[in-house]
């Protein structure tokens, strides 16, 4: 059957569809970028449904299709591989697995992507956290014939946990099932179930055909029963503005800026990033963890002043007072800003080989700051695939999701997750491989 | 917020992608001791250059910039290099491959293109330790290539300058971790997530100028296997290869053993725009290293390649 399937791709192969639209170039100066991540379990066509956006969007180039085509030839594969494309490196290719996230570019006139492709098996919990964690919206591939299976499960609840606000779940090999609406709707209702446990707000369901193409760029004929968007159409049109946090002015500080040149001789900045909030001149603010106040002078950039600051800009602040602020403080506003902290609650992913050690000392890495902590607990660990808490089995290992509290060697100024992704994450580093062997969530 | 008010809070992915590179140069001036900007004269590093300007404006750049010499250099990069240094007031520390082919630390290649990009990471790396670095920064990005793709914002380098791609340390939402043993390295890569079209709209939006050789020029050029190479003292004609002119320009900036030009009219950044727009070839198509085998890039790049 694979095959068969593959052979599809020949067809087309030299049609005229490298070339991009003219038109597209004009319009490439302002596009919004939109991130996402894909899952699935083994062989259910993620490889191909990447291939044909990349395809069909006139993303690969000639080159990469011959070399594809000559290491197809030279492994023996009778057909075309698109895994190729995507499986970067050379132990990838020669086992044929993908081992770590792979990150591939498209655009389109509306929108330029950036897709963080994870593997479907080995390690896979820790590949698909680190690709949700930047990703504005999971694509969930469902094999028709499989319906939702325990994979499916665990990447809900993956990309819940993460917080990735939109969630498109794709029910792929549609012709597999011979176009019928039936498994579609089944696995629609199944996958409700299973996810108002969770806190996903925005599901939507497209029945596709990855190696046809059906409902990916171009609407499907096959399936006159579907009325909604293609999924192009919703990668293009999804909102995502919103996701952002306009409301809590959080500004982690990077470094200080001290030109100590004629021109800027007294000049004394705050490099960083917005992490929430909008700021402006004028503002009235506080500095975390010392509480001091005072008011922005002024915005600098490269281009001049601004007039305001928001998520996720990279900027430079000055404030009216000479007060002392250094890297891993954070500037929010007095009456809106976190509370300053040793003891964390969070949710982990452990991503280290070395098992969480209960009593261990880690270093934490939370916005511009780090501190040395300890871990002192586990109150439990998920089950991933029952949801269910395991109260007597506390071993965090590879790959384990589960809840542990830590205290750390001075205050760090976090926010729940929920509230901001940007001040609600850490990572913890082993103190003597310096290695990173969490991503933690602040509960 | 309602939705009409938020349009206005949207970034366009140029400033986006220039948000998330300015965050990275900051990372590294704050987290580690000595720096160092891998400067190519190529059209990355020509933006890795005007970023970190932003990232510490009003302040200079405060890490030099080091050029790899090859010795194969088009004589318009270098002049690029020297100027754009002045220019942006920072420190130009070139080490050259000659010098580590003169002490006997490399081998020159044998052939009718002998190429030093190979040899180059020797020059590189022992520049590194030399003047004791511990963080090179780079303008390699993901979409070049598939080893590529793999690369982290963060990238560590054991003692011996090595790579090892499976087994990277995990990049999490913002947060970058630049912790290493003595003697190890990092190679930063702040625009890992530009693709070629993205670099030339930044330099386009930015004004930034670029040396002549990116745009079209007529030149004396070999095609050797469909690769139109410069005529330059380090290439030798085969038999019946003659050297024609021809218009052309470079998508990339390599050495003249190893880059290939492309036939073009491109005489302006817009030009270039709408003929990437409607490229069928990556920009590394033209790169004769790349196609040394499937995994000549991981190869390089474990060997300490940048």
Redesign the interface.
């Known amino acids: 059957m694979t095959n068969v399937r593959k052979r599809q791709w020949k067809k087309e192969k030299y049609k005229d569809t ?5 038109e ?2 004009k319009n ?6 939109l991130r996402f991540t894909t899952a699935g379990s083994v062989d259910d066509g993620k490889s191909t449904l990447i291939g044909r956006l990349m395809y069909d969007s006139k993303s690969i ?4 299709m011959e ?1 594809i085509e000559e ?1 197809s030839k030279r492994r023996g594969d009778e057909n075309l591989n698109l895994a190729l ?7 990838e ?1 020669e086992q044929g697995i993908t ?7 498209f ?1 389109t006139p509306r ?2 992507f ?1 897709i963080a492709d994870t593997p479907g098996h080995i390690q896979y919990t ?2 698909m ?2 690709g949700a ?2 990703a504005n919206l999971a694509i969930i591939l469902v094999d028709a014939r499989n319906g939702v299976i325990e994979q499916t499960c665990r990447h809900a609840f993956i990309a819940s946990l993460l917080r990735i606000k939109h969630l498109v779940v794709c029910v792929n090999k549609m012709d597999l099932v011979d176009f019928q609406e039936e498994p579609f709707l089944k696995i629609q209702e199944e996958f409700a179930a299973f996810t108002s446990k969770l806190d996903i707000t925005d599901i939507r369901y497209i029945p596709i055909s990855a190696l046809k193409g059906d409902n990916v760029v171009d609407k499907s004929s096959n399936m006159p029963w579907y009325n909604g968007a293609t999924l192009l159409y919703t990668l293009e049109n999804v ?1 995502i ?2 996701d ?1 946090n ?1 409301i809590d002015g959080r500004f982690g500080v ?2 200080v ?5 004629d ?2 001789h007294d ?1 004394r ?1 705050y ?3 917005v992490e929430g909030g ?1 700021f402006r001149p004028g503002d009235e603010v506080m500095v975390m963890p010392s509480g001091l106040t005072s008011k922005i002078k002024s915005i ?3 281009e001049g002043q601004l007039k305001e600051a ?1 998520p ?3 900027i ?1 602040m000055t404030l009216e007072d000479d007060i002392d602020i250094s ?1 891993g403080d954070m500037i929010c506003r007095p009456n809106n800003h976190p509370d300053a902290t040793q003891d964390l609650d969070l949710m982990v992913c452990w ?1 280290n080989q070395s098992a969480l050690k209960p009593g261990g000392k880690y ?1 934490i ?2 916005s ?1 700051n780090e501190a040395r902590c300890v871990v002192k607990g586990v109150r439990y660990k998920m089950d991933i695939n029952t949801l269910h808490r395991l109260e007597d089995d506390r071993e965090i290992g590879l790959n384990d999701i589960g809840r542990i509290f830590l205290r750390a060697a001075k205050p760090l100024m976090v926010d729940p997750y929920k509230k901001n ?2 001040t609600g ?3 913890l ?1 082993d103190e003597f491989t ?3 062997v969490a ?1 933690g969530m602040v509960i | 917020m309602s939705p009409h008010e938020l349009h206005s809070y949207n970034l366009s992915h140029l400033k986006l992608l220039e948000s998330e590179a300015i965050y990275i140069f900051r990372e590294v001036a704050a987290q580690f001791e000595k720096p160092v900007l891998l400067f190519s004269g190529g059209k990355d590093s020509i933006c890795l250059v005007r970023l970190a300007q932003k990232a510490f404006f009003p302040a200079k750049i405060p890490f030099p910039l080091m050029h790899v010499d090859t010795g194969h250099n088009f004589p318009e990069s270098i002049e690029y290099r020297d100027s754009l240094a002045k220019e942006v007031g920072a420190e130009l520390i070139v080490r050259s491959v000659q010098d580590t082919i003169d002490q006997g630390r490399a081998q020159e290649e044998k052939g009718p293109n002998p190429s030093r990009n190979a040899i180059q990471s020797i020059t590189l790396l022992d520049g590194i330790e030399e003047l004791g670095f511990d963080a090179a920064i780079g303008g390699a990005r993901r979409d070049e290539e598939k080893a590529r793709a793999k690369e982290r914002f963060f990238s560590h380098r054991d003692e011996f300058g090595a790579w090892d791609p499976k087994n990277q340390r995990p990049e999490l939402w913002n947060l970058y971790n630049g912790k290493k043993q003595m003697g190890e390295h990092f190679r930063v890569f702040p625009i890992s997530n530009w693709t070629e079209m993205d670099v030339w709209q930044y330099i386009a939006q930015e004004e930034i100028p670029l040396p002549s050789i990116y745009f079209s020029h007529k030149r004396e050029v070999v095609d050797r296997d469909g690769m139109l190479l410069a005529k330059s003292d380090f290439i030798t004609l085969l038999k019946g290869e003659q050297y024609e002119e021809k218009v052309i320009r470079y998508r990339t900036l390599g050495d003249m053993t190893c880059t290939g030009a492309v036939e073009s009219e491109a005489n302006s950044i817009e030009d270039i725009i709408q003929e990437v727009a409607s490229a069928r070839i990556t920009e590394r198509g033209g790169r004769a290293d790349d196609k040394r085998s499937e995994a000549a890039m991981e190869e390089r790049k474990i060997q300490g390649y940048f």
């Open positions: 490298f070339r991009m639209d003219q597209f170039s490439y100066l302002d596009m919004d970028l180039f000639e080159d990469q070399a290491s494309l995507t499986d970067g490196l050379k132990a290719r081992i770590d996230v792979a990150y591939r570019y655009a929108r330029k950036i820790r590949n956290v680190t964690s930047t909102q503005a919103s952002r306009f990077q470094g800026i001290r030109p100590m040149s021109k800027y000049f900045g490099s960083g990033k909008i600098e950039s490269f928001f996720p800009m990279s430079c890297r991503l270093l890495r939370h511009s992704r940007n994450s850490v990572i580093v310096n290695e990173t991503a």
